[in-house]
């Protein structure tokens, strides 16, 4: 059984910052890239953050470039997301998801989502 299970949100005042975790089960881990998804109600799910399998590469989306930090800890096969200077467009559920394998095969599994919400 896949397992993906997202903590760390939570309400914080623009330009705060918050840690999302993603913890991992049922699956390969070190086999894949991961990925943080966001999704604000009426919108598309977007990417905003990838991260190679040896936590050697990653990639962002141009709106968190500079203020989010993907990590992984393959020991504990979980996945971070480490959130600065927050702006209240950050406010979405946030998922973690599998993405691929080192080798290219596809995959699709998600977490549940974990609520970040960033006002005054």
């Known amino acids: 059984q896949v397992q993906l299970v997202e903590s760390g949100g939570g309400w914080v005042q623009p330009g705060g910052s918050l840690r999302l975790s993603c913890a991992t089960s049922?699956?390969?881990?070190?086999?894949?890239?991961m990925s943080w998804y966001r999704q604000t109600p009426g919108k598309e799910r977007e990417l905003v953050a990838t991260?190679?399998?040896?936590?050697?590469?990653?990639n962002y989306a141009d709106s968190v470039k500079g203020r989010f930090t993907i990590s992984r800890d393959n020991a504990k096969k979980a996945v971070y997301l480490q959130m600065n200077r927050l702006k209240p467009e950050d406010t979405a559920v946030y998922y973690c998801?599998?993405?691929?394998?080192?080798?290219?095969?596809?995959?699709?599994?998600w977490g549940q989502g974990t609520q970040v919400t960033v006002s005054s």
């Open positions: 998801k599998t993405e691929r394998t080192a080798w290219g095969s596809p995959r699709d599994h």
């Open positions: 049922g699956f390969i881990f070190t086999n894949y890239f």
């Open positions: 991260v190679a399998p040896a936590g050697l590469d990653t």
